[in-house]
């Protein structure tokens, strides 16, 4: 049973869809009944099985192309993380009562990544729909030719859709080019702060449009003996989100700049964000550093907490002030505010939430993760500090949300 009380694995056997799981190998992880039913085979003559093993190309047709056309596909999702939907398939299966007799069928297979918890491919689903009632109805009502043209035309109609999504996918690239170039040139390095080393890393999601919502800040104070520093996370993606991310930095780093606190700051980004369009949902935290108090005062709109970690491997994480994201409530409400002591050697690490955040994850288990790669390279500089948690925390197959991190040694 989910975390809901329902039973995913009996809603999987019965969807009325033909459905099964295949590893990124190819061998069946489960099939539901539906799928039994339509192919003809046994659960036994299915799971663990490589999929080509149990339905292989027809070999009295040298012209048959199912199985190569299928397994590219299957390798495609596998590789890059995205559904495919592919063109309707001829594949003859061979009858399992009547061993080399080949019937004729087809498909319109749907293949679909299926996530772990690191973010990377664990398993493809495999739909299939079958169309060859409506096939050899067309061609027994107007003969076989004409069955193969409405093959043909279909074929093409689906080729079309795929011309036609791949030409989606490379302007949603250019986009996203467009929007990092946007994204680095508004973050830039900060400035220097006295003998205070910091060090600061933005990296976009792997392959996605989830980029260009997050945001860093980290400057002087003037006239005072503070430092002030703040991490945002604006819902959306792409350019929109970068204006906005835009936007939001700047009113931020204006309001602390006369504020008396993070807390009156973040009241005053959040005031602007119900004029800025696409500013809803968005969340920060932000941190003012008292140098010569050895004291932190922060305030948090919905984000993620920082990590305080003493010289001596003891982890506090920022979290007694923490409201909700800007514009989630309709009236204005004063913004809570805290404050914690450090001791000198400490480092501070402000972050957002693709760096700890995973699918089908609860978000302790990434804090958790998080803290034990702060501890154990406590000693190391920020520069390679931030480094560091990049290798510890980002999956290998890169993450699904744009990530900016923040380390201060204080």
């Known amino acids: 049973m989910g975390a809901t009380g329902i039973d995913f694995e009996a809603v999987f056997r019965a969807l009325p ?11 069946f992880a489960e099939a539901n009944e539906a799928y039994l039913r339509l192919s ?22 040298p012209a048959a192309s199912g199985m190569r056309n299928l397994h590219a596909s299957l390798c495609r999702v596998a590789a890059s993380g995205e559904a495919d939907s592919m063109a309707l398939q001829r594949y ?18 749907v293949n679909v990544p299926v ?13 299939v729909e079958e169309v060859t009632e409506l096939i ?82 980290l400057f002087d104070l003037p006239g005072r003996r503070y430092t002030a520093v703040a991490v945002g996370d604006v819902v959306g993606h792409g350019l929109r989100a970068a204006g ?13 700049r006369v504020a008396a606190g ?21 969340t920060a935290v932000s941190v003012f550093i008292d140098w010569s108090g050895h004291t932190l005062t922060y305030s948090s709109a919905g984000h993620p907490p920082p990590v305080l970690c003493a010289p001596d491997g003891t982890v506090t994480f920022l979290d007694l002030a923490t409201d909700p994201p800007l514009g989630a409530r309709p009236e204005h409400v004063t913004r809570p505010q805290s404050r914690a002591g450090f001791t ?22 990434g804090l958790r993760r998080l803290a034990d790669s702060v501890v154990r390279h406590r000693a190391a500089d920020p520069e390679s500090l931030a480094d560091a948690l990049l290798t510890d925390l980002v999956p290998p197959a890169g993450i699904t949300d744009d990530t900016a991190l923040v380390v201060l040694r204080l």
């Not at 009156?264 to 500013?279: H, N, P, S, T």
């Open 262 to 282: 993070p807390a009156q700051a973040l009241e005053v980004l959040g005031l602007y964000a119900r004029f800025v369009k696409g500013a809803e949902s968005t």
């Open 40 to 61: 003809g085979r046994t659960r036994e003559e299915v799971l663990g099985r490589y999929l080509f093993d149990v339905f292989p190309d027809n070999p009295d047709d």
């Open 17 to 27: 869809g033909a459905v099964a799981l295949l590893s990124k190998d190819l061998v």
């Open 115 to 127: 996530f772990g918890p690191d973010g990377s491919v664990a398993l493809v689903l495999h739909r």
């Open 244 to 256: 906005v991310m835009g936007q939001l930095r700047s009113a931020l780093s204006a309001a602390s």
């Open 344 to 365: 000198e050697g400490s480092t501070l690490v402000l972050y957002t939430d693709g760096l700890v955040e995973r699918r089908h994850e609860d978000i302790d288990i």
């Open 136 to 217: 050899r109805a067309r061609g027994t009502r107007s003969g076989g030719e004409r069955a193969r043209v409405l093959e043909a035309e279909l074929y093409t109609r689906a080729r079309e859709l795929q011309e036609l999504n791949q030409r989606l996918r490379d302007a949603h690239a250019r986009e996203r080019e467009v929007a990092l170039h946007l994204q680095e040139a508004m973050l830039p390095e900060p400035d220097p702060l006295g003998h205070h080393s910091a060090a600061v890393r933005y990296r976009p999601a792997t392959g996605s449009l989830n980029v260009c919502g997050d945001w860093y800040d």
């Open 92 to 109: 003859d299966v061979e009858d399992p009562d009547r061993p080399g007799t080949w019937e004729e069928r087809y498909w319109s297979p």
